[in-house]
């Protein structure tokens, strides 16, 4: 009996200690923590406003450094998209329907400068030879429905 009776004893002053440390701890300040508002009547704005030009610069030299490598050198920076591979097939099929696109547009190119030099040289002996035609006069107005606004274009000169 007496072991339990002092077991209990020991079991309650160890509570009744901690407890207390407890109370201690919350009801005094702690002296980890900062405090920002100790010496701001002792600071020197001088220094402060140098302190955040040098960050501003900072700032400025690191940004212009990413614009510069993002432009020139854009690999470093963003990822290897060969090793995606659904995106690294598409990437390819587009290329390959570009490409395909810019030869077709060859072609027509050359088809079409054919077409531009005859037409040329039509213009060319049509203009000395024949005089200049009249154009054709303008249709007659259509008959206005009664209710219906008509809105005319105006005629452009060229």
Same mark, same amino acid.
């Given at each position: ?70 432009? $020139?050198?854009?690999? @470093?920076? !963003?990822? *290897? ?7 690294? =097939?598409?990437?390819? +099929?587009?290329?390959?329907?570009? $490409?395909?696109?810019? @030869?077709? !547009?060859? *072609? ?7 077409? =531009?030099?005859?037409? +040329? ?8 030879? @024949?005089?200049?035609? *009249? ?24």
């Amino acid at each position: 009996m007496t072991h339990k009776l002092l077991l209990f004893l020991a079991v309650t002053l160890v509570t009744a200690v901690t407890v207390e440390a407890q109370r201690r701890r919350v009801s005094s300040p702690s002296r980890d923590e900062w405090n920002y508002r100790d010496g701001s009547d002792r600071v020197n704005m001088k220094s402060v406003a140098n302190l955040t030009q040098v960050l501003d610069d900072w700032r400025f030299d690191i940004l212009n450094q990413m614009k510069g490598l993002l432009q $020139n050198d854009h690999q @470093s920076l !963003l990822p *290897d998209y060969a090793r995606i591979q659904p995106l690294s =097939e598409a990437l390819d +099929d587009l290329y390959k329907e570009f $490409n395909a696109l810019k @030869s077709h !547009l060859g *072609d027509l190119t050359e088809k079409f400068s054919a077409i =531009e030099t005859f037409i +040329d040289e039509l213009k060319a002996n049509r203009a000395p030879n @024949s005089p200049a035609r *009249d154009p054709a006069p303008a249709p007659a107005p259509a008959p206005r429905q009664p209710g219906r606004r008509v809105v005319k274009k105006k005629a452009t000169t060229s």
